[in-house]
């Protein structure tokens, strides 16, 4: 039985890595081959940049070393087979070579808050363009808890929110060249510490007929939100630089309640607090004129007025009470 010409080249019109270990396979009918020869060409001049020699081996296989030929340019790939009395080559085939692009991520430290802004940049050394990105989320134990979707989007950034406070995580960001190659940044590790908010928790209790008391309570946790991805400053202050935060689900106004606000580097004269119920609305905001914090609560349809003594400093703490539909308001400065 004679020889057949090799075919099913396996990296026939891809885009390899050259800087990495190529694997090339192939298929053979026909008579058996004891040896095998792996060349390859230029495709713009048709000079020859690799030659594996004659290798005797049944194989159908050959690794081509790593950076043996450049990325960046087109080859064609011939595989001549050998048996004791002849050899025959597979017709020429079309492949070329590109640099995996590179996703570069800056330290990330401790996340101080639920939420991150995840940012990259994109390289590619024969200037690729970007065509795809993806970044997944893991958590201690390297399991995915979280994926983006895929964007074609040339700036590299997506926010991760849900991030609990206390625990490490990894962040993986995944690039996709123009040319079709992936790039990852690996995992990188991050931990996540910000201040948990206060939780509410009513009691009621009911006499039982054998002289016991049944205790039943439901627990509220009434969490802000914020009109742009939340920022924390190092010291653990969220900062709401033109910005507003709101509370508006799990309370209502007209009840009692207590509330306590740390502040530095206060804005005068606009909206630093907004609480919105079912029944009304409370705005805290800090006059420059008189350097007072002021409550103005709407209910019904109605507004009250209350301030606060005077305070000036660069940290101010506030507190709000409501007692019977009557509200106290208190201030004094930081030492920081």
Same mark, same amino acid.
Request: with cysteine.
């Given at each position: 039985?004679?020889?057949?010409?090799?075919?099913?080249?396996?990296?026939?019109? %891809?885009?390899? *890595?050259?800087?990495?270990?190529?694997?090339?396979?192939?298929?053979?009918? /026909?008579?058996?081959?004891? *040896?095998?020869?792996?060349? $390859?060409?230029?495709?713009?001049?048709?000079?020859?940049?690799?030659?594996? #020699?004659?290798?005797?081996?049944? *194989? %159908?296989?050959?690794?081509?070393?790593?950076?043996?030929?450049?990325? /960046? !340019?087109?080859?064609?790939?011939?595989?001549? $087979?050998?048996?004791?009395?002849?050899?025959?080559?597979?017709?020429?085939?079309?492949?070329? +070579?590109?640099?995996?692009?590179?996703?570069?991520? =800056?330290?990330?430290?401790?996340?101080?808050?639920?939420?991150?802004?995840?940012?990259? +940049?994109?390289?590619?050394?024969?200037?690729?363009?970007?065509?795809?990105?993806?970044?997944?989320?893991?958590?201690?134990?390297?399991?995915?808890? %979280? +994926?983006?979707?895929?964007?074609?989007?040339?700036?590299?950034?997506?926010?991760?929110? !849900?991030?609990?406070?206390?625990?490490?995580?990894?962040?993986?960001?995944?690039?996709?060249?123009?040319? =079709?190659?992936?790039?990852?940044? #690996?995992?990188?590790?991050?931990?996540?510490?910000?201040?948990?908010?206060?939780?509410?928790?009513?009691?009621?209790?009911?006499?039982?007929?054998?002289?016991?008391?049944?205790?039943?309570?439901?627990?509220?946790?009434?969490? /802000?939100?914020?009109?742009?991805?939340?920022?924390?400053?190092?010291? =653990?202050?969220?900062?709401?630089?033109?910005?507003?935060?709101?509370?508006?689900? #799990?309370?209502?106004?007209?009840?009692?309640?207590? $509330?306590? $606000?740390?502040?530095?580097?206060?804005?005068?004269?606009?909206?630093?607090?907004?609480?919105? #119920?079912?029944?009304?609305?409370?705005?805290?905001?800090?006059?420059?004129?008189?350097?007072?914090?002021?409550?103005?609560?709407?209910?019904?349809?109605?507004? !009250?007025?209350?301030?606060?003594?005077?305070?000036? /400093?660069?940290?101010?703490?506030?507190?709000?009470?409501?007692?019977?539909?009557?509200?106290?308001?208190?201030?004094?400065?930081?030492?920081?």
């Amino acid at each position: 039985m004679a020889l057949q010409r090799p075919y099913n080249i396996n990296i026939t019109g %891809q885009t390899i *890595a050259a800087e990495e270990v190529i694997k090339v396979t192939w298929q053979v009918t /026909g008579d058996i081959s004891t *040896a095998y020869q792996v060349r $390859i060409y230029l495709n713009s001049t048709g000079s020859m940049v690799y030659d594996s #020699g004659q290798i005797t081996s049944f *194989a %159908q296989s050959h690794n081509i070393p790593a950076n043996a030929i450049t990325n /960046g !340019s087109e080859f064609k790939i011939a595989v001549t $087979i050998y048996n004791s009395n002849e050899s025959i080559s597979s017709l020429s085939q079309i492949f070329q +070579t590109s640099s995996r692009p590179k996703v570069s991520v =800056g330290t990330i430290g401790t996340v101080k808050s639920n939420s991150y802004r995840f940012t990259a +940049t994109y390289s590619q050394a024969e200037a690729n363009p970007i065509r795809s990105w993806v970044m997944y989320l893991y958590n201690e134990d390297r399991i995915r808890v %979280q +994926t983006s979707p895929i964007s074609t989007n040339s700036s590299i950034e997506y926010i991760f929110s !849900s991030l609990e406070s206390g625990a490490d995580y990894y962040i993986e960001i995944q690039v996709t060249s123009a040319k =079709g190659l992936t790039g990852t940044s #690996g995992l990188i590790p991050f931990d996540v510490q910000y201040r948990q908010p206060n939780v509410k928790i009513n009691l009621t209790t009911e006499n039982t007929d054998d002289a016991g008391i049944k205790i039943l309570w439901n627990v509220i946790q009434i969490i /802000g939100e914020t009109t742009k991805p939340p920022i924390f400053t190092s010291d =653990g202050y969220l900062d709401l630089t033109d910005d507003t935060l709101t509370f508006s689900e #799990g309370f209502s106004v007209d009840q009692d309640f207590t $509330i306590k $606000i740390w502040m530095r580097n206060i804005k005068p004269d606009k909206d630093l607090f907004f609480l919105k #119920g079912k029944t009304g609305t409370i705005t805290v905001q800090y006059w420059s004129d008189d350097h007072k914090f002021h409550v103005f609560k709407d209910v019904y349809g109605y507004r !009250s007025h209350y301030a606060s003594p005077e305070v000036v /400093g660069i940290g101010l703490f506030c507190c709000i009470q409501q007692i019977f539909c009557d509200m106290n308001v208190f201030a004094e400065v930081l030492k920081i």
